[in-house]
C-alpha cells in the first residue's frame, strides 16, 4: 500500500511537472504565427534593427542647428607681493561661448565675460563642400531597405521550412507503415512458400522489397531529422522552448486564396528587387563622392566680428583669407571616384538583369506549381476511389487486409504528394511579396 502511495504521488507531480513544462511552450499553429516568430528571433533581421537605429541617429539635415556648442572657461590670477608695500593682487574671470553651425559653410560665434565685455563673430566658408549629409541619407535607406529584407527572408524560411518538415514527417510517418506492412507481406509470403503457393523466387523477390523499403526508411528519417533542424534553427528555438503544429491541406488552400487577395490582381515589379535597390543606392553614393571630389579644392575664408561692453559696441573686425596648397590637387582622387562611379553604373544595369530574370522565373514557377497541385488533386481523387474499392473488395473478401492497407497507404501517399504540391504553390506566391 506505501509503495502504492508512493507511485500515486510520484505520478502526480510528473503530471505536474509536465504540464508545467508545456504551458511554457510557445505553440505555432498558423503560417502567420510561425513567420511571425521567425523574424521576431532572427539574428540578421534583429541586427538589421539595430544597424536602421544607428543610421537614423547619424542622419544629417541641411540645417545643423542641433550641433550648437557652449561652453564656458573661469580663471583665477593671484600675483605675489614683491615688498611690504606693494600687497598681492588677486583677478578672476569668467567667459561663457557659444557655436551655432547654420549650415556647412556657415556658422556664427559670440562670446562675454563677467564684465560685459564680449565679440559676436559670423564665418563663412563660400567653398566648402561635403558629401557627408548626402551619404548619411543613403546610408539610412540602405539600412531600411536591409531590415525590411532580412524580416521578410527570416518569414520566409521560417515557413519554407516548416512546410518541409511537416511534409518529411508525414513522408516519414507513411514509409514506417509501408515497412511495416511489407514486412507482414514477407511473413506471409513465407507461410504461403511453405503451403507452397508461391515459388522461391517469388519470396526473395518480396524479400527484396521489403529490404529496399527499410533502406528508403533509413534515408528518409535522415531527411526528417534534418527538416527538422533546419526548422529549429530558422526559428532560432529549441524544440523545447516550440511546438509547431501541423498545418493540413484545406488551410494551406486558404493561406494561397489570402495572398491572392492581398496581391489584388497585381503581379509585382521586378524594380522592387532588394538587391537592385541596394544597386541604385550603391550608385547614388559613388555618384555625390564624385561631384564633391574637385579637381582644385582651395579654401576661402571670410570673417566678420564686433566687439561690445557694457557700454555698447567698440569695435568691428573684418578678415577674407584664401589658400591653395599642393595638397589641394585632387586629379587623381576625381578620376578614381569616376571609375568607381561608373563601376557602380554598370553594377546597377547587370542588378537590374538578375532582378528581372529571377521575377519571371517566380512567375513561371507560380504557373507550373499551380499545375503540379491540379495533377496532384486529380492523383489524390483517384486514389481515394481506389482506397474506396478496395474497401468494397475487402468486405467481399476478394481481397485480403494486407491488400487493403496497401491502398490506404497509397492513399496516404498521394495525401502527402499533394500536401506538398500545397506548400510549393503557396512558397511561390509568398516569393512574389518582395516585388510589392
Known sequence: MKFYKRALVGSILLTLISTTAT???????????????????????????????????????????????????????????????????????????????????????GSINQNGEGSAALYFKPLSHSDKREQSHITYNSALISAETARKEAE???????????????????????????????????????????????????????????????????????????????????????????????????????????????????????????????????????????????????EASIQFDENGLQGFTAAMTFSLSLDDLQAKEKEISREEYEIASQQVIQSQNEAELEYKQILDKIESSNLNREIAWIEFEQAEILYSEAQLLCKRGDISELDLEQSRLFLKASENTLFKAFADEYMAWDSLKAYL
Do not use: C
Not at 46 to 65: C, H, P, Y
Not at 164 to 181: F, G, I, P, V
Open 23 to 109: 504551458s511554457a511552450q510557445t505553440v505555432l499553429s498558423s503560417i502567420d504565427s510561425i513567420s511571425e516568430y521567425g523574424a521576431e528571433h532572427s539574428l540578421e533581421y534583429l541586427n538589421g534593427q539595430v544597424a536602421l537605429k544607428k543610421a537614423e541617429n547619424n542622419r544629417e539635415s541641411f540645417i545643423l542647428i542641433e550641433k550648437t556648442t557652449f561652453s564656458g572657461t573661469g580663471d583665477l590670477v593671484q600675483s605675489r607681493a614683491n615688498a611690504p608695500e606693494n600687497p598681492s593682487e588677486r583677478s578672476w574671470g569668467i567667459t561663457g561661448r557659444i557655436d551655432i553651425p547654420l549650415i556647412e559653410q556657415l556658422n556664427i560665434s
Open 156 to 302: 520566409s524560411m521560417a515557413v519554407k521550412t516548416a512546410l518541409e518538415w511537416m511534409y518529411a514527417s508525414k513522408n516519414y510517418q507513411t514509409q514506417s507503415l509501408k515497412t511495416e506492412l511489407l514486412g507482414n507481406m514477407f511473413l506471409d509470403d513465407k507461410i504461403r512458400f511453405n503451403l507452397g503457393e508461391i515459388t522461391f523466387e517469388d519470396l526473395q523477390d518480396s524479400m527484396i522489397i521489403w529490404s529496399e523499403a527499410r533502406v528508403s526508411l533509413s534515408e528518409i528519417e535522415k531527411e526528417y531529422r534534418n527538416a527538422e533542424s533546419s526548422l529549429y534553427l530558422a526559428l532560432g528555438a529549441s524544440k523545447e522552448d516550440v511546438t509547431v503544429h501541423f498545418i493540413d491541406n484545406d488551410e494551406l488552400e486558404r493561406a494561397i486564396l489570402q495572398i491572392q487577395k492581398e496581391l489584388d490582381g497585381r503581379t509585382g515589379d521586378y524594380m522592387k528587387n532588394s538587391q537592385f535597390k541596394m544597386s541604385v543606392l550603391s550608385r547614388e553614393s559613388a555618384e555625390v563622392a564624385f561631384k564633391n571630389t574637385w579637381i582644385y579644392d582651395p579654401d576661402l575664408s571670410v
